[in-house]
T-cell receptor, first 116, second 113 residues
Framework: DSGVTQTPKHLITATGQRVTLRCSPRSGDLSVYWYQQSLDQGLQFLIHYYNGEERAKGNILERFSAQQFPDLHSELNLSSLELGDSALYFC???????????????FGPGTRLTVT | LAKTTQPISMDSYEGQEVNITCSHNNIATNDYITWYQQFPSQGPRFIIQGYKTKVTNEVASLFIPADRKSSTLSLPRVSLSDTAVYYCLSPPISSGSARQLTFGSGTQLTVLP
């Protein structure tokens, strides 16, 4: 158990809909990262927040947005969903915010999103 | 763009030592090299991290040459439960103040009985 929690574990929805994925980082961690992993694909970095502020953006679509709240939990909002958005979405947390290359990340169990 | 290169897949037998090498260009002076392990439908799990020469923990060893443009993850005496995808972390891409990380495609290690 990494200490990072994600809800829900599974989510099935229809095209065009909007969903919200939630992540609670490990106690004491200030950074939250979101990743997308499609079937048989590697991890695609989406976005990084540190102590409530956006630090870096990866290949995140305009239909997707995220935020980190004062209690440090984070939400990833996916709207106008398409079939291709079906994937595993992972959240990770770390203590620092300098950048993922030097910060050890702890990953949550993921949310499996299925768009039908 | 910074990029990692790893073998796509490797097969090994139980009890053997497995070495997975990753090439990473444009590594910055202060960047560490980190390896993760991922089982199907689970989040990646940290294995080992190093800066230079050799690092060893209870799970693996990491060898980093002086130029730090590559690293080798060594798993001693693998077992069936070591079958997983192993990721070498690419050094961040610096764009102004943003440091964007990319995972490589990973190496699928299959341990055979």
């Amino acid at each position: 158990d990494s200490g990072v929690t994600q809800t829900p574990k599974h989510l099935i929805t229809a095209t065009g809909q909007r969903v919200t994925l939630r992540c609670s980082p490990r106690s004491g961690d200030l950074s939250v990262y979101w990743y997308q992993q499609s079937l048989d694909q590697g991890l695609q970095f989406l976005i990084h927040y540190y102590n409530g502020e956006e630090r870096a953006k990866g290949n995140i679509l305009e239909r997707f947005s995220a935020q980190q709240f004062p209690d440090l939990h984070s939400e990833l909002n996916l709207s106008s969903l398409e079939l291709g958005d079906s994937a595993l979405y992972f959240c990770a947390s770390s203590v620092g915010g300098r950048g993922q290359g030097s910060s050890l990340q702890y990953f949550g169990p993921g949310t499996r999103l299925t768009v039908t | 763009l910074a990029k990692t290169t790893q073998p796509i897949s490797m097969d090994s037998y139980e009890g053997q030592e497995v070495n997975i090498t990753c090439s990473h260009n444009n590594i910055a002076t202060n960047d560490y090299i980190t390896w993760y392990q991922q089982f199907p439908s689970q989040g990646p799990r940290f294995i080992i991290q190093g800066y230079k020469t050799k690092v060893t923990n209870e799970v693996a060893s990491l060898f980093i040459p002086a130029d730090r443009k590559s690293s080798t993850l060594s798993l001693p005496r693998v077992s069936l439960s070591d079958t997983a995808v192993y990721y070498c972390l690419s050094p961040p891409i610096s764009s102004g103040s943003a440091r964007q990380l990319t995972f490589g495609s990973g190496t699928q290690l299959t341990v055979l009985p």
